[in-house]
C-alpha cells in the first residue's frame, strides 16, 4: 500500500510537470469549482450550495469519481467534471476563479488551477466547534485553515465564539454565508408548516 501510494505521488509530480505549460494559455478565469469532503460523494454543504448556484445559472462545476454521482448530474443537466474526461477536467481548472470545499483540502489536479483563484471553506454541514475540537491545544489548527483565503461560519455567534475565540482566525479570512445544507431543512419545513 505504501509503495503504491509513492507510485501515484510520484505520477502525480511528474504529470503536473508535463501540464505546467498550459498554464501559461491566457484563459478567461471565470469558474467555480466545488466538491464535498470526499470526491466520491454528492453530500452536505458544497452540495446544496452547487446546486442552488446551478440554479442561478453560475458557471460552477462538481468535481467527481463516482459514476453513480456523474449519472445523477447528467440527468439533472448540472456541469461536473471527472477523471473520465480529462480534456474538460484540464480545461475548467485552468480556469478556476473560485475553488470551494467542504474538507481540510481544496480540488487542486495536478496543480492546474492558477494561484489567484480564491479558496473557500465552506464546512460539510457539522458545527464548526464539534469537527475540530481535538485541534483546539495543538499546533494543527494554526495550519488547517493556512491554505484558505476564507473559511465559513453560520453566524455572528459561532464568528465570535469559534472563529475568533477558538480558531483565532483574522477578520479578512472570516465570511458568513450561513450553511446552505440547514438552509434547505429550513425551507422544508416551512413548507410543510404552509401545508398544515
Not at 480545461?91 to 494561484?115: E, R
Request: aromatic fraction near 14%; hydrophobic fraction near 35%.
Amino acid at each position: 500500500m505504501i509503495l503504491n501510494e509513492k507510485i501515484k505521488k510520484i505520477g502525480k509530480f511528474i504529470f503536473s510537470l508535463i501540464l505546467t505549460p498550459l498554464k501559461t494559455i491566457p484563459l478567461k478565469k471565470d469558474t467555480i469549482i466545488i466538491q464535498s469532503t470526499d470526491p466520491y460523494q454528492y453530500s452536505n454543504n458544497p452540495r446544496y450550495l452547487f446546486e442552488f448556484l446551478s440554479k442561478k445559472k453560475m458557471k460552477i462545476y462538481w468535481f467527481c469519481q463516482n459514476s453513480k454521482v456523474e449519472k445523477h448530474l447528467k440527468n439533472k443537466k448540472l456541469n461536473f467534471i471527472s477523471l473520465n474526461n480529462p480534456f474538460k477536467l484540464i480545461f475548467i481548472s485552468l480556469k478556476a476563479k473560485i475553488i470551494i470545499d467542504g474538507g481540510s483540502n481544496y480540488y487542486n489536479f495536478l496543480n492546474l488551477p492558477p494561484k489567484s483563484a480564491k479558496k473557500i471553506h465552506i464546512g460539510h454541514g457539522a458545527a464548526n466547534k464539534t469537527v475540530l475540537l481535538k485541534f483546539y491545544k495543538s499546533n494543527v489548527i494554526d495550519t488547517y485553515f493556512d491554505k484558505f483565503d476564507y473559511v465559513n461560519f453560520p453566524s455572528n455567534y459561532a464568528i465570535e465564539k469559534v472563529a475568533k475565540k477558538q480558531y483565532k482566525l483574522k477578520k479578512n479570512k472570516i465570511i458568513k454565508l450561513g450553511y446552505p445544507k440547514f438552509e434547505e431543512l429550513k425551507k422544508g419545513r416551512q413548507k410543510k408548516r404552509k401545508k398544515k
